[in-house]
């Protein structure tokens, strides 16, 4: 194999592709990335087995061929290397030489046979978005999954295909992060669960375009989404998703309407005192034009207060400051509207349209 590319394009195509490569895995082979010039086109491939990526580069193909080299390695070489064209080649021996202007570099590779590429996924119906769509609702929600795989339903995202609307849904146990958005294209009513990895590096990936569109394949174990160069194919996590629509009250006894701004730096100021290891809430007394926070510790208190447009009864609710923030600075809107039942229930942000919607548990203080 022989193959030519710039330097930029090679380093923006491993880039994409080392987010599927493990950190740490007995499988020496899953530590590299697949460099792949056989059909006529340059591709590149990381696979953890659970997650892959492959994108194509822009190059020139001089000799076809493949071959498999260490990924950090690879991604170390071609990124100290100086702007301008790379030259890759392989022998039969798995000797591979990658030169740049004066430098040159010589290392071992792997059989591209023993590297497992793209799972093929039956292309028969896609759903269809943009690119920013879908980097605006990983973004919006992706906060809301568990870190604790213990009950793998919680590590991952509801995937809610619903006729020409798509709805996604992540939470922990103590907040929910709903999102809906309108597709370009649908192909009827489907709910998968997609791992939180693969939609926390499928963000890094999507590009801020709005007219760029993604194209998503599901199967019965994989989901495939499709944008410019680049496949992304991860596996699905099977189960049931829980009831999310049964944990969401539409009643409410008190709203709050407030500039999100202001409340977001009110909350900062009061969690100056507060700490997320001692789980210490801070207290929020809803009335009439205003809301008022304070919070308590061993360093110190403090009171703050933020104009609002209160509609029912005065309420005072505990809340985790973190749980809060993560919701608030994900909304575009200016303006935010708080539903509250009780200080002891669920409370809710939402807008009229319900395009988003946060459920955050209150603390009993």
């Known amino acids: 194999m022989k193959i030519i590319c710039g330097r930029s394009e090679l380093r923006a195509g491993i880039n994409r592709v080392i987010k599927a490569v493990p950190v740490r895995t007995t499988m020496s082979i899953l530590e590299c990335i697949l460099i792949d010039a056989s059909s006529g086109v340059i591709k590149l491939t990381g696979n953890d087995m659970e997650l892959c ?3 194509t580069v822009e190059g020139d193909i001089l000799e076809t061929g493949a071959i498999a080299v260490g990924a950090r390695f690879f991604s170390d070489i071609v990124s100290k290397l100086s702007e301008g064209d790379i030259t890759i080649t392989a022998d039969d021996s798995m000797k591979v030489e990658i030169s740049c202007g004066n430098a040159k570099f010589h ?8 590297f497992t590429g793209l799972p093929n996924v039956e292309k028969a119906d896609s759903y269809m978005l943009s690119e920013f769509s ?13 870190a ?14 619903d006729q020409d609307r798509l709805r996604v849904i992540a939470l922990d146990g103590q907040r929910i ?29 999507l590009e801020d375009e709005a007219e760029k569109d993604v194209e998503i394949f599901i199967t ?14 991860s596996r699905l996590i099977e189960g049931e998703y829980f009831k999310v629509d049964r944990m969401i009250s539409s009643d409410y006894n008190t709203r709050a309407e407030l500039n999100k701004k202001e409340f977001n730096e009110c909350i900062d100021r009061a969690s100056l005192l507060v700490s997320e290891k001692d789980r210490t809430p801070i207290i929020a007394t809803v009335s009439d034009g205003m809301i008022e926070l304070k919070s308590q510790s061993h360093s110190g208190s403090m009171v703050d207060s933020v104009p609002a447009v ?7 609710i505990g809340f985790n400051p973190k749980l809060v923030t993560d919701a608030i600075r994900v909304i575009d809107d200016e303006m935010i509207t708080i539903y509250f039942v009780s200080s002891k229930t ?20």
């Open 220 to 233: 019965d174990k994989h989901i495939l989404f499709e944008f410019g160069k680049t496949s992304v194919v």
């Open 53 to 55: 990526i492959e994108t």
């Open 346 to 365: 669920p409370f809710v942000i939402r807008n009229d349209e319900q395009t988003y919607t946060y459920l955050i548990l209150p603390i009993n203080f």
């Open 177 to 205: 992060a709903i999102r809906n958005v309108d597709l370009k294209k649908s192909a009827g009513p489907v709910k998968v669960i997609v791992p939180g990895k693969t939609m926390n590096e499928l963000g890094k990936i």
């Open 148 to 161: 604790n795989e213990s009950n793998p339903i919680m590590s991952g995202e509801l995937f809610d295909f």
């Open 107 to 114: 290392i071992i590779g792997k059989p591209a046979i023993d």
């Open 134 to 146: 879908l980097k605006e609702v990983i973004k919006q929600t992706i906060f809301a999954i568990s």
């Open 310 to 316: 209160k509609e029912g009864s005065d309420l005072v």
